[in-house]
């Protein structure tokens, strides 16, 4: 069935570091692709989204690329900011199955002065 | 004003008692979900609903039930409590773009303790 794999955390880093969080897929019919953040106390929001092959998702610096042929939407980000410290899902939806959700696990960021 | 809202935001009971959360939207959505967040699980789908008179069993729905009351209020009710069922539990909605892609707005969860 659909899944996500989701490098598993916690990542800690400085601020103004470089960022990737690595997202994997697999999917039977052609999934859109999300990233989901979720900061302390607080729901999930939706950070950025894909839904084509070689679509590039992008909010607030941060940037996602579906790559069909690795199935991978990794996380990025140039220059990291304590304020980005959250929780970050991968997720996918696709057609096939209803436009069920199928999040990863999550990936805690610590983004420290 | 929050677009979808979740009632009580935390609530501490015993084992054996019933509850419900209840999960409220004024987006327009259609689609209504219930998701548990437990640590190092991510989320897991308890129950949807594509519509009032839809309703469909997640991945985990043992031990739960729903109530679509409108399309705006979606509950979700433990018959009978259990310690195993102590975590964070969001509502969800999206509404089916044009381009086939649904999107999930979450409301900010509510944080259940079962002693």
């Known amino acids: 069935g659909d899944s996500v794999t989701q490098m598993e955390g916690p990542v800690t880093l400085s601020e103004e570091a470089f960022l990737t969080i690595n997202c994997t897929y697999t999917?039977?019919?052609?999934?859109?692709l999300f990233w989901y953040v979720q900061y302390p106390g607080e729901g999930l929001q939706l950070l950025l989204k894909?839904?084509?092959?070689?679509d590039k998702g992008s909010n607030k610096g941060f940037e996602a690329t579906y790559r069909k042929e690795t199935t991978s939407f990794h996380l990025e980000k140039g220059s990291v900011q304590v304020s980005d410290s959250a929780v970050y899902f991968c997720?996918?939806?696709?057609?096939?199955?209803?436009?069920?959700?199928?999040f990863g696990t999550g990936t805690s960021l610590t983004v420290i002065p | 004003d929050a677009d979808v809202t979740q009632t009580p935001r935390n609530r501490i009971t015993k084992t054996g008692k019933r509850i419900m959360l209840e999960c409220s939207q004024t987006k327009g959505h259609d689609r209504m979900y219930w998701y548990r967040q437990d640590p190092g699980l991510g989320l897991r789908l308890i129950y949807y609903s594509f519509d009032v008179k839809d309703i469909n069993k997640g991945e985990i729905s043992d031990g739960y039930s729903v109530s679509r009351q409108a399309q705006a209020k979606f509950s979700l009710s433990l018959e009978s409590a259990i310690p195993n069922q102590t975590a964070l539990y969001f509502c969800?909605?999206?509404?089916?773009?044009?381009?086939?892609?649904?999107?999930?707005?979450f409301g900010p969860g509510t944080r259940l303790t079962v002693l």
């Open positions: 969800a909605t999206s509404d089916l773009g044009l381009a086939g892609t649904d999107t999930q707005y």
């Open positions: 894909a839904t084509k092959a070689d």
């Open positions: 999917a039977t019919g052609y999934p859109s």
């Open positions: 997720a996918l939806s696709a057609p096939n199955t209803g436009n069920q959700f199928y």
